[in-house]
T-cell receptor, first 112, second 115 residues
Framework: SQKIEQNSEALNIQEGKTATLTCNYT??????LQWYRQDPGRGPVFLLL?????KEKRKERLKVTFDTTLKQSLFHITASQPADSATYLC???????????FGKGTRLSVIA | DTGVSQDPRHKITKRGQNVTFRCDPI?????LYWYRQTLGQGPEFLTY????????KSRLLSDRFSAERPKGSFSTLEIQRTEQGDSAMYLC?????????????FGEGSRLTVL
């Protein structure tokens, strides 16, 4: 079955640096890959969606890449701020046939 | 757009009791999903509805779990004879698209603690 691995449980970076989070999957490539932000005790909030035929997608300080050869997506936050501290979840669409499958998430802490 | 609302936000119950959670999705959204999330894990799919029809249920959803969406609007998730392993955050999400590919709008969740 499809497995999703997010690079680490926790990532600490200095304010102003670029945070890079990794999402790896096994088996077949999804048609879509989504990234969500989740704050403690809150529901996830959608950030970006990237399709299999797109290499890169940007939104303000956020950038997502999708490499179907490596079976990997990278999520970048440039000029990170303490307010970016949260858990970031990647989620895969299994070719539209099943609901989104989520990874465990990476907890990002941006230190001032 | 008032967002997805869930009630109650927190529920503490004793093992063996029944609990019911309610979800009100965004009004024009046809799809409604239930996910469960435990500490340190991502959301796990439980079930989803297209309008009032329940189209898929996860193997995680034991016979003690039942979900309804009677008029294609709000939904309820009932857990009978709760067990300590049911302790989790129960998340509801809705989507405006007719497939699984659109973004999900999540509620704030209902946190269940079974003593």
């Amino acid at each position: 079955s499809q497995k999703i691995e997010q690079n680490s449980e926790a990532l600490n970076i200095q304010e102003g640096k670029t945070a890079t989070l990794t999402c790896n999957y096994t088996n077949y490539s999804p048609a879509y890959l989504q990234w969500y932000r989740q704050d403690p005790g809150r529901g996830p909030v959608f950030l970006l969606l990237i399709r299999e035929n797109e290499k890169e997608k940007r939104k303000e300080r956020l950038k997502v890449t999708f490499d179907t050869t490596l079976k990997q997506s990278l999520f970048h936050i440039t000029a990170s701020q303490p307010a970016d501290s949260a858990t970031y979840l990647c989620a895969l669409d299994m070719r539209g046939n099943t609901p989104l499958v989520f990874g465990k998430g990476t907890r990002l802490s941006v230190i001032a | 757009d008032t967002g997805v609302s869930q009630d109650p936000r927190h529920k503490i119950t004793k093992r063996g009791q029944n609990v019911t959670f309610r979800c009100d999705p965004i009004s024009e959204h046809n799809r409604l999903y239930w996910y469960r999330q435990t500490l340190g894990q991502g959301p796990e799919f439980l079930t989803y509805f297209q309008n009032e029809a329940q189209l898929e249920k996860s193997r995680l959803l034991s016979d003690r779990f039942s979900a309804e969406r009677p008029k294609g609007s709000f939904s309820t998730l009932e857990i009978q004879r709760t067990e300590q392993g049911d302790s989790a955050m129960y998340l509801c999400a809705s989507s405006r698209t007719g497939t699984h590919t659109g973004e999900l709008f999540f509620g704030e969740g209902s946190r269940l603690t079974v003593l």
